[in-house]
């Protein structure tokens, strides 16, 4: 990430009333969507959604003429185009032609994307903002921070001093009041406008018609009043038939506001007649800039599922932290990124695609199941492609593929950091190192690596094996909770076995975006996993399985190493975390915990690739309830820690600012343990409650069950 970039970020993130405003507004997005979709199916929901635009962006063509030849075949002009400045060009040439001086708009991102205002402006026309939000950030001079809400980031006084000058008289902060205001002001524009210009959320092949969902009325006066009415329509939003608007008027209200409907649905199928008697004229203009071009795109076309109803950035970790002004385009958050970097240029988009932790919360909630974190990985890929690595990340990456370096390294790391450790941590280093343990100490690596304590196990022999793939964390920071993984197991029969040739999972090379090195390691880990023929690949690392069970097949297949996918696809069926295969295990009569009661109350903490990945959360929590202790659910349990591998270390003041959040949501628990799953977040927690003296204990759930088998 720059330095302008973190710059930003920072002077947002000082802004207390940013930060409450959206914290807030987050929270309270989170129970209103929740209790909206009370009843309704959202799977399905989206499934049919997914399936109605994937196919639209895969027909934009065609759709595209058929709806200009109803819309003609009822009066209206339809223009299409690929390039915004034709746009501009024709709505300043219908402007010219008609003698517009006053122009009224009701929200339209289209617009925005193209800078419109700027060249009207320019052209000597008023240009009026009439949805509130969008005559606030127009007053302040500024750009959306937000899809939906605009001005989401203004407060109340902010606006009050807006518009107290718009009026030249002093307001309060009274809200009903500046309501009245803006409503006073804009209706007088309303009717002194020579022509309106609109978006569109929908475009209905099959009958011409556009769809506009609204709050405000505004949108219904500015394609009504004014003799000339132009929409400007991305083309993703076309789609065939009217019974497909269905479901995504179902969701857009809900998932962009909490609301079971928006207050105005307003369909335009022909031009109206104007009060004097005479035809309005309706001029819709199809946008490409680049639509086709993604549609193209076997990645990126899944961006085109879009409806633009901002509950990724109402669930997003960092956009609640950081706002929208700070991506520094139009379009904000994970799919701000991903629009950027194909509507303006996907060198756009190259330092904002950082600020994404690939948490994976955005996607859990998209209507149009768009794959936010997975597009941002692939810009990554696509950046490092063109550009390489930086020379810093790529020397790390070539220390961890070389196991023999990266192990002496280790080894030497342990023996150099003995005068700065103690009690298991580092809590201070010196120098320019001094950042990393600023926020949260650091874990000490471990004296003996867990690939050499395994070998002095006792276990069963005869029986059934498991492989178990440590992961770098419990090879090396960790090795105890690997001891506790053999514990369990053995307690149910199985002898436990460390091939020794397995080698970083390659996360932390996908995460940047080297999927060369990933593709690498997912093939050293296949032979490595593969070859001893046990049934079952254990990992008590929740990313590492990820990795496993899911990224492997899709590193090889995007670097094109097919002869190895069958292979990946068996190691992804024989693998399991360590919580549902130990549910098994219990399920199957094989193991047997104490089955005490009320031992102690811990916290579960959800990492992001168990919940969102895996979809792993009931698991652990049911054997720690059937090992007797009481689970108390901390607020935002599935809220990232903010380690997200070497986020932390790239960005670290937001990595600890979602972290001090976590830590609170577990204090406020009064918890003995938080208890969880993946290393990388052991390491951020447990050195979160470190540095700030707290009592409660960290442990991932194979220690807790280590401490209670029959
Ligand atoms: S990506 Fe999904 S959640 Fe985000 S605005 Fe688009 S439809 Fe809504
Ligand atoms: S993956 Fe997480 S950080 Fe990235 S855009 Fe989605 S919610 Fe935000």
Redesign the pocket.
Known sequence: MSSQLRKRAEEAMAQKTLTSALGSFSEAYVVSRAKAYEGLDFEELRNSIADIKGKASQHLDVLAEQFKKNAEARGAKVFRTSSPEEVKKYILNLAREKGVYRIVKSKSMASEEIHLNYDLEAAGISVKETDLGEWIIQLAGQRPSHMVLPAIHMTREQVADLFSKEISERLTTDIPKLVKVARRELRKYFFEADMGISGANIAIAESGTIVLVTNEGNARLVTTLPKIHVVLVGLEKLIPGVQDAVPILKALPRSATGQLLTSYVSMISAPTPNTDGTQKELHIILMDNQRTAMAADPQFRNALQCIRCAA?LN?????RLVGGHVFGHVYT???G?ILTSWFNLMQNAEDIQG?????????TVCPGKVN??EL?LEIRRRIVQKKGMPFIQKAAFAVIRNRKLFHSLLRAGYLAQKPLAKDGFIRHLPMFFSGLAEFRSLPTVAETPFRERIKKIKQPQGGEKVAFFAGCAIDFVYPHIGEAVVKVLNKAGLEVIFPEEQSCCGTPFRGSGDYDLAAEAAIENIKALLKDGVPYVVTACASCASALKLEFVHVLETEGKTEWIAQAKELAARTYDFSTFVKKLVDEKRLTLKEAKHLERITYHDS?HAKRFLNVYEEPRTLMRKAGYDIVESFESDM?CGMGGSYTVKQPEISSRILQRKLQNIEDTHADMVCMECPGCIMQIKGGLDKTGSKIRVKHTAEILADNLR
Do not use: M
Request: glycine letters at 12%; hydrophobic letters at 30%.
């Open positions: 990724c669930v997003c970790p960092v956009y958050g994970g799919i990124t600020l994404c932790i690939t948490c994976g919360r955005c996607k936010i974190p941002i992001c990232c």
